[in-house]
């Protein structure tokens, strides 16, 4: 006997009587409900698509989303794609990779699916609330939302979080319950940390946590942003779905009996940081993975308010509704010499048809743009005010 029951109007799903699309989208997440041994599908609040970049989807891509192609039963944001839609940038493209990745564009909002292309939905356009059952892709999103938020997500791919959108559910396994949101490693960090430390954080723990929570305690005093750094790196280098902060985050109480225990120090950090800085001065410095928030926008147009720039370029990220609730910093930033792109981020844009060594501040894009087929490119990852002294005359 099957383990997961379907209801009946979802057995006629199953069977292919609402369409061939509906009839993918409820298989695959059979599949997913089956490998996670669920019970039932339940029904979610939302959906965030990721794989939405031309660099990334590809033309196998393109036949997935043509076959995949059904109007989304509940609110579905979707994450950057390859360029500025409205303003171009961030590097000059091919006629070939723009059709095609206004094609990709067509055929999500045939579907229905929001133009938020932005990995902060949570900002504007899709904003979860606690105990949400939600069906999220974007990994760094997951873990903010999971964590920061006490919304429910499982770490989705793009295929998984579009069929659950197009059904409006997702299998009861995983996050959806409180026992798959138990800490099960104890992490002791005595420093108090900053943005870029807390990146560093997050690439340091990744993979030695392999799968297992982490409760974080000795960071009592955290803001947001710091976290959206620490999601954003352990992201990238673990396939953790969420982290608790004691002091700081809702659900603190969900440990398991005995955890293990994982001392970071200082000097830990330290070499975390250095071992990821490249010496030689940047071609580009980037800021804004995850994209910013209209708080961090205002910070770093304070920093360079009146200050004459020189030397590298200035990339920030971030998503349309941010850019054009912060008018005032944007200009500030763009006076100084900097550009402020929407849309679209350093990683999934092909950002190596011009350049090829970044400097930024985020764990992600410290892991991402190294790669080949990612960016290609020789990183420096250090603070914020470190990069911005290539800049600043
Ligand atoms: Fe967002 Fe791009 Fe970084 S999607 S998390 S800015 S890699």
Redesign the pocket.
Known sequence: MRQLQLTKEEEKIFEGEMGDAPKLAIRLLYSLGELGEAERLIPIKSAHI?GVSYKNVGEGGIQFLKKMMHKVSVPTSL??LGFDIENGGPVDIDETFHKKQMEIIEIYQKMGVMNSF???PYYFYNEPSFGDHISWA?S??IIYVNSLIGARTNRESGPSAMASAIIGKTPDSGLHRDEGRKATVVVNVTEKLDYTRFAALGLFLGPKLNKNIPIIKGQKETKGIELKALS?AL?AVSSIPMFHVDGITKETSLVSDSPETINVEKSDIDETISKNSAQEEPELIAI????LSSEELDYVARLVKGKKKVGPDLFL?TSREVKAQSLESVKIIENFGGKVFSDT????SPLSNKYSKTGTN?G??TF?LPLKGYGNQKVAFMGILDLLKWVIG
């Open positions: 990721s994450n950057p932005t990995c902060t974007e760094s999103a954003a992201s804004g993975c995850p994209h990220f981020c350093m990683v999934v985020s992600k894009a991402y």
